[in-house]
């Protein structure tokens, strides 16, 4: 398994500012992912953070609005960039090795934008 | 890409059995998941199929069929603890990122 930390927990911010998320891992893994969980709703991914080149961003995400950073196999941060109320969301990093199947989850940043 | 479908509420009583079913459509496949979510909480691991059958963990046994693109969460003995959201997700073979279908929220009823 996969001990994976975020911070913050929760952050209450106020709108046209900016969050960066933290998520670190106990141990190296080949990919790692940011997912998006709004409320009442499932997950959606955001980007696949690349260790050493660019993330890879899915349709309707932009890497303006979730810049992120992969600067070693163990750590990544994801930024929310000049925030709306429409950025009020959980936002999750993910992880899982090369050779194994499982992927794991964080246990989230709480998002609330005023 | 692909477009996953599951059922949005089952109520089930406890001790009972319940079925949750999944189809999908996707360009490629390399595996189904499903995960349990308690409100407020993060995704946890249930079981993964890659090869078509029935795998049984405990409780829980999750069933896949590549050809028909479907699979199924099979949940038996149900305990209060079990009611939830249950997210089928597919993982695709370009960059093994998983999608999510959107969940069925569990009651499990006295």
């Known amino acids: 398994s996969a001990v994976i930390s975020q911070k913050p927990s929760r952050d209450i911010c106020q709108r046209g500012t900016s969050l960066t998320i933290q998520c670190q891992v106990d141990?190296?893994?080949?990919?790692m992912f940011w997912y998006r969980q709004q409320p009442g709703q499932s997950l959606t991914l955001i980007a696949t953070?690349?260790?050493?080149?660019?993330?890879?961003?899915e349709s309707g995400f932009v890497i303006d609005k979730f810049p992120i950073s992969r600067p070693n196999l163990t750590f990544s941060t994801l930024t929310v960039s000049n925030m709306s109320p429409e950025d009020s969301s959980i936002y999750l990093c993910?992880?899982?090795?090369?050779?194994?199947?499982?992927?794991?989850f964080g246990p989230g940043t709480r998002l609330t934008v005023l | 890409g692909q477009n996953i479908d599951q059922p949005t509420e089952m109520t089930a009583t406890e001790g009972a059995i319940v079925q949750i079913n999944c189809t999908y459509q996707?360009?490629?496949?390399?595996?189904l998941f499903w995960y349990q979510q308690h409100a407020g909480e993060a995704p946890t691991f249930l079981s993964y199929?890659?090869?078509?059958g029935l795998e049984e963990k405990g409780r829980f046994s999750s069933f896949l069929s590549r050809s028909k693109g479907y699979s199924y969460l099979l949940l038996k003995e149900l305990q209060m603890k079990d009611s939830a959201s249950y997210l089928c997700?597919?993982?695709?073979?370009?960059?093994?990122?998983?999608?999510f279908g959107a969940g069925t929220q569990v009651v499990v009823t006295p």
């Open positions: 996707t360009s490629g496949f390399n595996g």
């Open positions: 199929n890659v090869l078509d």
């Open positions: 141990s190296q893994v080949t990919m």
């Open positions: 953070a690349n260790q050493g080149s660019e993330a890879t961003y």
């Open positions: 997700a597919v993982r695709d073979t370009t960059r093994g990122k998983l999608q």
């Open positions: 993910s992880v899982y090795r090369q050779g194994g199947y499982e992927q794991f």
